[in-house]
């Protein structure tokens, strides 16, 4: 059985920072792009930055530069530090494993 699991979201204040971690567990970790995605209510779900089993990582523009996703490959982990927070990354914040797969979600909230 396939599990994501997210901590680590919560409540900041704008410019503050905040780091996401997404423990995954019943599949192979290692080889496999990790995503991370976020939704506002009314939207459609936005894919904010992406990791590759071999380290290379791509961003949503409007976070390059104030977010980095990492991953630790024995802790079966992937990471997203949120530096630089603004309002509009208020957000539910899912992490992804080949597409299918996702977490519960968790609420970052970003007071102006």
């Known amino acids: 059985q396939v599990q994501l699991v997210e901590s680590g979201g919560g409540l900041v204040q704008a410019g503050g920072s905040l780091r996401l971690s997404c423990a995954v567990s019943g599949i192979a970790f290692g080889l496999n792009t990790m995503r991370w995605y976020r939704q506002v209510p009314g939207k459609r779900r936005e894919l904010v930055a992406g990791i590759t089993s071999g380290g290379d990582t791509n961003y949503a523009d409007s976070v390059k530069g104030r977010f980095t996703i990492s991953r630790d490959n024995a802790k079966k982990t992937v990471y997203l530090q949120m530096n630089s927070l603004k309002f509009e990354d208020t957000a539910v914040y899912y992490c992804?494993?080949?597409?299918?797969?996702w977490g519960q979600g968790i609420q970052v909230t970003v007071s102006s």
């Open positions: 992804n494993i080949r597409s299918a797969y």
